[in-house]
């Protein structure tokens, strides 16, 4: 038994861990002999919450599938093992002229959990999730079965293991759609902004020539509802080379104790930074769309009662009105968070039946496990997103009541539940979804 | 430099597979892969095709189904060969994933795991050697550092490294007396992780492959005669060869 915990490191369970040599391998026996407990991919564990947890079972880890078997390029399409992490993948593919056209706030991931959480980045209402550009790929089940996977074959599994949350089976390779780019560089401009008013502002205009969007706010300084706004499209001529010093993210997290002095003083950095970018530069895509992975393990900051990240979607107009609530309960809590990551999701759908996104605003924030006061503030937040309509993302949750799952992702769960894996189960499903 | 043809034996290994990314991302024209399962080897060659970045690259796969088997081995050898003299060989089979217990109670299993670990690396070891003998080029064995001293915990599969470890040291005497340029270097690589390790997670700490795969690529590109990688297990093992009988033998190592 091996004891691991997830992103947020809130708690360790041991698990048996089984990681297949090759992508051929068929898997372990759920009731061998010992009984190895039910089944559950581990991807590289970048999840906050329990998705990648199954306490006392067993994890397939899929860290020795990392080969990328094909890139065709007149295709514009990849067939990577489930294992590779997004990061080798976009290094090579920038090469070639290519890139993922979805890829969330890190590349630390795997390709298997991008497809089990339905990852989605700051270009949702261009390119929707990852799922919406995933051609097809292998399942392996625990009765023995391989199963090929795509919107004409298999295609309720299809959709059911794209934001299955490993619940479905164990994805070996995948062939995925890319898209092309002229090189490594965004041309980027950051904007703040003093109210969620200016931000709806932004966003309204922004969200038409401006391929990525996203804002950081701030929940404890100032009047509330402040921020930078974030907008970049690829730079698409291939000439365009920036010489010398790279102008890369100018400020990291520091490295330190999350209390509310260092809080207030991140933000209030971070904010006076960069809000003086307002003109357009160039950044080299990493920098741009991964800024916390130049900060190894940046989650031990946390200390040893971990974290939890909180992600709601909250749909349509109203949606803004359920943010600002948002903010108010926690500028009144006094559980700051270091920073909120808002963004607009547009209306591209997904073929995963349990995906996240929905058209609305998407609300993200980090907060110190502090127990019952982090507990408490939580479910006040619940009942804002519950009577708004919305839900929260299964990759960050590690705590939210079943019954606002339920409300949240309601008539899906059914038709989910039919392609479940019998011999599969993680923390999360057991707590929400009773098997 | 770039290599023009590569030759990697147990191609399916994580570290020599890691190896070989790193010499496709530089460049190298062309591999031959060596490896007992068709479908695993060809996927790693598709891999490197994936990655390299070399035009016209090529990269095909010999299957051997007996690594330990004379004739086999020979015959392999000479068709890759007749294809042109290879000029970087690494040989990379080899397994410790059966206890020393295990190994020690069965005659079939001791006898097994010495033919995969020593003999066999040896017998591809030579076959290249002897028609690479005229050029300069390079032969690299994976050996470990179990092979520097006998211990409890692993002397089988250290008997079959170390067996290795003298074969190469011959080797290199025999090309410095008869005036060859063919380079032939040994790996010694210390606890990595890999599918042969995967079971240590959590009790042992491991090195990351690829760092351990750069330290390998740097180091047979300056032909060092024997690469200690990660580099500190180069003086743990020193400690450990010096270190006497009286101490040695109450340490559970
Ligand atoms: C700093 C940071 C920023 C992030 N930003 C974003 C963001 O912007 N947008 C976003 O959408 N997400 C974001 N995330 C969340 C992250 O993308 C997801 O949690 C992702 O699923 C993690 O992938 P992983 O490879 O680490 O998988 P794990 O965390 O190990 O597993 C995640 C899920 O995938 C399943 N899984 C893994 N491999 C397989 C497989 N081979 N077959 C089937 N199922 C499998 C697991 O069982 C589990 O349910 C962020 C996370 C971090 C740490
Ligand atoms: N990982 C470590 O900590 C470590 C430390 C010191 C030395 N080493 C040495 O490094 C080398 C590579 O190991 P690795 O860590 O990369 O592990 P690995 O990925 O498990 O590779 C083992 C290789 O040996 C082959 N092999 C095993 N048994 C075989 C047999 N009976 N016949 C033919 N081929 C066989 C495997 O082929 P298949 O794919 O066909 O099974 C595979 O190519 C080995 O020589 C090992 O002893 C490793």
């Given at each position: 038994m091996v004891e691991f915990s997830s992103w947020g490191q809130l708690y360790k369970a041991p698990h048996r861990l089984y990681a297949p040599a090759h992508r051929f391998s068929p898997l372990p026996?759920?009731?061998?002999?010992p009984p190895g407990g039910k089944l559950l991919p581990w991807g590289n564990g970048r999840s906050y919450g329990d998705a990648c947890l199954n306490s006392h079972g067993t994890l397939i880890w899929?860290?020795?599938?990392?080969?990328?078997l094909d890139i065709d390029p007149a295709a514009g399409t990849v067939r990577v093992e489930a294992g590779v992490l997004l990061r080798d993948l976009q290094r090579l593919l920038v090469t070639r002229g290519?890139?993922?056209p979805v890829t969330p706030?890190?590349?630390?991931?795997t390709v298997g959990g991008a497809i089990a959480s339905d990852v989605h980045c700051k270009n949702h209402h261009r390119f929707g999730t990852f799922g919406c550009h995933v051609l097809s790929f292998t399942l392996l089940r625990s009765d023995g079965q391989i199963l090929e996977c795509s919107p004409d074959s298999n295609s309720g599994y299809f959709r059911a293991t794209i934001g299955g949350m490993g619940l479905t089976g164990f994805v070996t390779e995948a062939t995925l759609k890319l898209r092309k780019v002229s090189g490594s560089l965004i041309r980027a401009e950051y904007h703040k902004f003093a109210s969620l008013d200016e931000f709806c502002v932004l966003a309204r205009d922004s969200g038409k020539d401006y391929e990525h969007t996203v804002a950081w706010t701030d929940c404890i300084s100032g009047s509330g509802g402040r921020g930078i706004f974030m907008r970049g499209n690829h730079e698409d001529d291939p000439k365009v080379r920036f010489a010398g010093r790279s102008l890369g993210f100018p400020f990291t997290p520091p490295v330190s104790l999350v209390n509310g002095l260092s809080l207030r003083m991140f933000n209030a950095v971070y904010y006076w930074l960069n809000s003086r970018k307002s003109k357009p530069f160039l950044i080299n895509y990493d920098k741009f769309f991964y800024p916390l992975d130049a900060v190894t393990n940046w989650n031990r900051i946390y200390g040893p009662k971990g974290f939890y990240q909180y992600q709601c979607v909250v749909p349509g107009k109203d949606g803004m009105e359920a943010v600002r609530e948002i903010q108010k309960l926690i500028s009144r809590s006094g559980e700051g968070s270091f920073l909120g990551v808002l963004k607009t999701f547009g209306d591209m759908k997904s073929p995963g039946i349990l995906s996240f996104p929905m058209p609305g605003f998407t609300y993200a924030l980090d907060f110190p496990n502090r127990g019952t006061k982090t507990a408490k503030l939580f479910a006040d937040l619940d009942a804002v997103v519950r009577n708004a309509g919305g839900r929260l993302y299964l990759a960050k949750d590690a705590r939210q009541p079943r019954e606002l799952f339920e409300a949240g992702y309601g008539s899906s769960l059914e038709e989910f539940a039919r392609y479940v894996d019998p011999g599969f189960s993680s923390d999360l499903s057991r707590r929400l979804m009773g098997f | 430099m770039k290599y023009r043809k590569i030759v990697i034996v147990g191609a399916t290994s994580f570290i020599a597979h890691n190896c070989a990314r790193l010499w496709a991302e530089q460049g190298a024209e062309s591999f031959t892969l060596v490896g007992r399962d068709v479908e695993r080897t060809t996927s790693v060659g598709q891999d490197l095709r994936s990655r390299?970045?070399?035009?016209g690259f090529k990269v095909s796969c010999r299957q051997v189904g007996d690594f330990c088997s004379p004739g086999e081995v020979e015959d392999a050898v000479r068709e890759i060969c007749g294809d042109g003299i290879p000029d970087l060989v690494l040989i990379a089979q080899g397994s410790s994933a059966e206890a020393n217990s295990e190994l020690t109670a069965s005659s079939g299993k001791l006898s097994a795991s010495l033919a995969l670990n020593g003999i066999s690396p040896l017998l591809f070891a030579q076959a290249f050697a002897n028609r690479m003998q005229d050029g300069d080029g390079q032969i690299v064995i994976v050996g470990?550092?179990?092979?520097d001293r006998g211990r409890a915990s692993n002397y089988v599969y250290g008997a079959g490294k170390s067996m290795v470890d003298t074969f190469v040291q011959g080797m290199r005497h025999y090309m410095a007396l008869n005036g060859r340029n063919l380079e032939v270097s040994l790996i010694k690589p210390g606890p990595t992780f890999s599918p042969m390790t995967a079971e240590l997670v959590g009790s042992m700490k491991l090195a990351d492959v690829r760092s351990v795969a750069e330290a390998i690529v740097a180091g047979v590109r300056r032909r060092k005669k024997v690469i200690y990688v990660p580099f500190k297990w180069r003086i743990i093992m020193l400690i450990i060869r010096l270190m006497p009988d009286f101490i040695f033998n109450r340490l559970k190592i």
């Amino acid at each position: 038994m091996v004891e691991f915990s997830s992103w947020g490191q809130l708690y360790k369970a041991p698990h048996r861990l089984y990681a297949p040599a090759h992508r051929f391998s068929p898997l372990p026996s759920v009731t061998g002999d010992p009984p190895g407990g039910k089944l559950l991919p581990w991807g590289n564990g970048r999840s906050y919450g329990d998705a990648c947890l199954n306490s006392h079972g067993t994890l397939i880890w899929s860290a020795f599938l990392d080969s990328i078997l094909d890139i065709d390029p007149a295709a514009g399409t990849v067939r990577v093992e489930a294992g590779v992490l997004l990061r080798d993948l976009q290094r090579l593919l920038v090469t070639r002229g290519f890139m993922l056209p979805v890829t969330p706030g890190t590349q630390e991931i795997t390709v298997g959990g991008a497809i089990a959480s339905d990852v989605h980045c700051k270009n949702h209402h261009r390119f929707g999730t990852f799922g919406c550009h995933v051609l097809s790929f292998t399942l392996l089940r625990s009765d023995g079965q391989i199963l090929e996977c795509s919107p004409d074959s298999n295609s309720g599994y299809f959709r059911a293991t794209i934001g299955g949350m490993g619940l479905t089976g164990f994805v070996t390779e995948a062939t995925l759609k890319l898209r092309k780019v002229s090189g490594s560089l965004i041309r980027a401009e950051y904007h703040k902004f003093a109210s969620l008013d200016e931000f709806c502002v932004l966003a309204r205009d922004s969200g038409k020539d401006y391929e990525h969007t996203v804002a950081w706010t701030d929940c404890i300084s100032g009047s509330g509802g402040r921020g930078i706004f974030m907008r970049g499209n690829h730079e698409d001529d291939p000439k365009v080379r920036f010489a010398g010093r790279s102008l890369g993210f100018p400020f990291t997290p520091p490295v330190s104790l999350v209390n509310g002095l260092s809080l207030r003083m991140f933000n209030a950095v971070y904010y006076w930074l960069n809000s003086r970018k307002s003109k357009p530069f160039l950044i080299n895509y990493d920098k741009f769309f991964y800024p916390l992975d130049a900060v190894t393990n940046w989650n031990r900051i946390y200390g040893p009662k971990g974290f939890y990240q909180y992600q709601c979607v909250v749909p349509g107009k109203d949606g803004m009105e359920a943010v600002r609530e948002i903010q108010k309960l926690i500028s009144r809590s006094g559980e700051g968070s270091f920073l909120g990551v808002l963004k607009t999701f547009g209306d591209m759908k997904s073929p995963g039946i349990l995906s996240f996104p929905m058209p609305g605003f998407t609300y993200a924030l980090d907060f110190p496990n502090r127990g019952t006061k982090t507990a408490k503030l939580f479910a006040d937040l619940d009942a804002v997103v519950r009577n708004a309509g919305g839900r929260l993302y299964l990759a960050k949750d590690a705590r939210q009541p079943r019954e606002l799952f339920e409300a949240g992702y309601g008539s899906s769960l059914e038709e989910f539940a039919r392609y479940v894996d019998p011999g599969f189960s993680s923390d999360l499903s057991r707590r929400l979804m009773g098997f | 430099m770039k290599y023009r043809k590569i030759v990697i034996v147990g191609a399916t290994s994580f570290i020599a597979h890691n190896c070989a990314r790193l010499w496709a991302e530089q460049g190298a024209e062309s591999f031959t892969l060596v490896g007992r399962d068709v479908e695993r080897t060809t996927s790693v060659g598709q891999d490197l095709r994936s990655r390299s970045s070399a035009e016209g690259f090529k990269v095909s796969c010999r299957q051997v189904g007996d690594f330990c088997s004379p004739g086999e081995v020979e015959d392999a050898v000479r068709e890759i060969c007749g294809d042109g003299i290879p000029d970087l060989v690494l040989i990379a089979q080899g397994s410790s994933a059966e206890a020393n217990s295990e190994l020690t109670a069965s005659s079939g299993k001791l006898s097994a795991s010495l033919a995969l670990n020593g003999i066999s690396p040896l017998l591809f070891a030579q076959a290249f050697a002897n028609r690479m003998q005229d050029g300069d080029g390079q032969i690299v064995i994976v050996g470990s550092v179990a092979g520097d001293r006998g211990r409890a915990s692993n002397y089988v599969y250290g008997a079959g490294k170390s067996m290795v470890d003298t074969f190469v040291q011959g080797m290199r005497h025999y090309m410095a007396l008869n005036g060859r340029n063919l380079e032939v270097s040994l790996i010694k690589p210390g606890p990595t992780f890999s599918p042969m390790t995967a079971e240590l997670v959590g009790s042992m700490k491991l090195a990351d492959v690829r760092s351990v795969a750069e330290a390998i690529v740097a180091g047979v590109r300056r032909r060092k005669k024997v690469i200690y990688v990660p580099f500190k297990w180069r003086i743990i093992m020193l400690i450990i060869r010096l270190m006497p009988d009286f101490i040695f033998n109450r340490l559970k190592i």
